[in-house]
């Protein structure tokens, strides 16, 4: 996940940061991720933007998966935790090799519309994405 720019509100759709939960019970996002590097201290809710999923966890309405890689370069390791409605729990599996992807050093604009659609957006607002975050030309 490469560092971008931007502003929430200059994209003409509703982006899923700090809304995940919201958007995965309107059953508008299939899937969510968060990180965090694992430092003594650290709580789970402070990656997760203060939203609450485990009373959804509890309730069978979504599945919870963590997941932990080491940085290649760093040394540094980073627990993802992952959010899934039913059914799509196979995203988890998709998304933690994108990361051993990410975490060696081998991203592109490719992989990023992966990360996207994994995610849950759309073809149209992931290519909306990518040409302002790749603006010398992006294409599938």
């Not at 931007?6 to 990180?35: I, Q, S, V, W």
Request: charged share 25%.
């Amino acid at each position: 996940m490469e560092t971008h720019k931007y502003r929430m509100a200059d994209y003409p759709y509703p982006l899923h940061t700090n809304r995940e939960l919201e958007m995965m019970l309107a059953g508008t996002k299939p899937f969510a991720m968060f990180a965090h590097e694992r430092v003594e201290g650290f709580e789970k809710r402070a990656a997760l933007a203060g939203q609450d999923f485990d009373a959804h966890v509890k309730s069978g309405v979504l599945s919870e998966h963590v997941g932990t890689i080491r940085h290649a370069s760093s040394g540094v390791d980073i627990d993802y935790y992952f959010y899934a409605l039913p059914g799509e729990e196979w995203r988890v599996e998709a998304c933690l090799l994108l990361l051993e992807m990410l975490h060696r050093g081998a991203w592109c604009r490719q992989l990023e519309w992966l990360e996207g659609r994994l995610l849950g957006y759309t073809d149209e607002q992931n290519e909306y994405h990518l040409a302002r975050a790749y603006p010398d030309g992006w294409k599938r």
